[in-house]
């Protein structure tokens, strides 16, 4: 990747990360848009699987240490989505927009899988409901958003390698 | 599909793991660490984020605040409009009262109760009837003046009929007494039929725009003296030995809601006072209030006059001229004969 395209991508990733910050609590959905996955799915596709669970890792961390209760489980369910995402680009990142937005649903279902059962918070009804109906929802909604971004972004950063 | 190259997968599984490693153990951290950990994270790297966090939220609070206010200005714009409506009903019975007070006696007070169906646009139903003494053919009054006569009494209601009603004939005069006429409805479409007509006026006696004309008392029903409209201008008629006035009522047809009906007794007693003593009223309270005026601004004239003590001190009778006597002594002891005179006459012999 040139450096222009790697400034562009971190430039993009910021955003995305601000973003997160700034439109998600305006909207305050139940089933939230998740633009710290999409941040996180845009680097994992074009970087090294080493470096986007150490991306993940570090997303994970920020958004943890304003939920200190479950600090680490964002961390860690970050580092598995960004490793398991760069792993599996080849699979998906094709110049499918269907395609693209599985992965970006599941990513975000795994995230908020993993993110739950590390936290042990929601347990029973409760952790079923969350992972079966609200996260779904959320990660229909993060994947919605996330081809926008990823439509958006395509001239600028170009396709993602295989 | 190409695979991606991988160098060194090795490094990237080392990698990996050791991220995976760490944050399983900040979840196993204890409690005091872990929001310690935090605690600098969110006053260094996060801070800006956190920050844009609040500002968010508390844009998102200010929109739905600002929905929640736009709701209560609209409640309060809503109880401001019916508080008008309640002060101008309040400005109306006062009115009401000073009428009652100067008709004294002779009337029955009643609620207008309009209908809306077609066609009963100028007839009104009166809560008050012939158990209350209403007779048909009384006149209907307000403190505006007139508004049309009972057609119909019931023992409980009775119905009345307004001024632009096809069967409204009153007598009527100028208020100065200039011309007489009769005064019917206006026959127009829309708004226009909310007017009145004054017929039959003598060529010789041409009315100015601003004219109050009053029932003149002819007829029987009406007593003289009550207000029905102010002249508009004159009408384009075929008449040729008279003239014809379009005529704005004093009595607004929405504003009417409570009324008095006059008894026959009453009208026949008349009423030619009654509406010009608010005139009087009305008058005298300007005297005052002018009076009140002049005197504020003499006293403060004479508040901003200063006092010459010289000229207060100074007597306003010359001590030297009351003490002047009024007869010269020396005048007076002036005697007119000189007796030396006399005695010196000059011995003179006679021959």
């Known amino acids: 990747m040139s450096f222009s395209r790697t400034v562009s991508l971190a430039v993009i990733f910021l955003l995305l990360v601000a973003l997160h910050y700034t439109l998600q609590p305006v909207l305050a959905w139940r089933a939230s848009i998740d633009f710290l996955v999409i941040a996180l799915l845009l680097v994992a596709v074009r970087t090294r699987p080493g470096a986007a669970a150490l991306a993940g890792f570090a997303l994970g961390l920020l958004s943890d240490s304003l939920t200190p209760e479950s600090f680490g489980a964002g961390a860690l369910a970050m580092t598995i989505v960004g490793f398991g995402a760069s792993w599996l680009k080849a699979a998906f990142f094709a110049d499918n ?13 795994a995230f908020d899988t993993i993110f739950l059962l590390a936290e042990h918070r929601l347990q029973g009804t409760n952790l079923l409901v969350q992972l079966l109906l609200w996260s779904p929802l959320a990660a229909a909604a993060t994947a919605a958003a996330g081809l926008v971004v990823l439509l958006t972004v395509r001239p600028v950063l170009g396709a993602p390698r295989a | 599909m190409r695979r991606p190259a991988r160098t060194n997968p090795r490094v990237d599984l080392v990698l990996a793991a050791a991220c995976g490693l760490t944050a399983l153990v900040c979840l196993v951290l204890p409690a005091p660490a872990r929001n310690t950990a935090a605690a600098a994270l969110r006053t260094t790297l996060v801070a800006p984020l956190a920050s844009m966090q609040v500002k968010a939220e508390l844009s998102r609070r200010a929109f739905l605040a600002h929905d ?5 200005v609209d409640s309060v714009t809503l109880r401001s409009q019916r508080l008008t409506g309640v002060e101008e009903e309040n400005e109306r019975l006062r009115k009401l009262l000073g009428l009652a007070s100067a008709l004294k006696w002779g009337f029955i007070p009643a609620e207008a109760l309009q209908g809306r169906g077609l066609g009963d646009d100028f007839t009104v139903t009166l809560s008050a009837g012939k158990n209350a003494g209403v007779e048909s053919l009384s006149p209907v009054v307000t403190a505006e003046g007139l508004v049309g006569m009972v057609e119909r009494a019931d023992d409980s209601f009775s119905l009345a009929i307004f001024w632009p009603h096809p069967d409204f004939r009153v007598s009527a005069v100028a208020a100065d007494g200039s011309a007489f006429g009769i005064v019917t409805g206006h026959r127009a479409e829309g708004a226009s039929k909310y ?7 003598p060529l010789r006696s041409p009315l100015k725009a601003g004219t109050l004309v009053v029932s003149s008392g002819l007829g029987g029903v009406y007593p003289r ?12 008629t075929t008449e040729g030995f008279a003239k014809s006035y379009l005529m704005r009522p004093m009595v607004s047809l929405p504003d009417i809601s409570s009324v008095f009906i006059l008894t026959p007794e009453r009208a026949r007693s008349g009423v030619e006072n009654v509406w010009a003593t608010g005139t009087n009223v009305d008058s005298v309270r300007k005297a005052i209030v002018a009076a009140g005026d002049s005197m504020r601004i003499r006293r403060d ?17 010359k001590r030297d001229t009351l003490a002047k006597p009024p007869v010269k002594r020396d005048t007076a002891a002036k005697t007119p004969v000189k007796p030396d005179s006399s005695a010196k006459t000059p011995g003179k012999r006679m021959p």
Request: glycine share 8%.
């Open chain 1, 97 to 109: 927009i269907a395609l693209n937005g599985v992965f970006i649903f599941a990513g975000k279902w």
């Open chain 2, 68 to 72: 929640a206010a736009l709701r209560i």
């Open chain 2, 225 to 236: 003296g009550i207000p029905i409209g102010v002249v508009v201008s004159e009408m384009k």
């Open chain 2, 301 to 317: 004239t004479i508040a901003k006059t200063p006092v010459k003590r010289d000229t207060l001190a100074k007597p306003s009778v």
């Open chain 2, 195 to 201: 007017f009145l007509e004054l017929h039959s006026v």
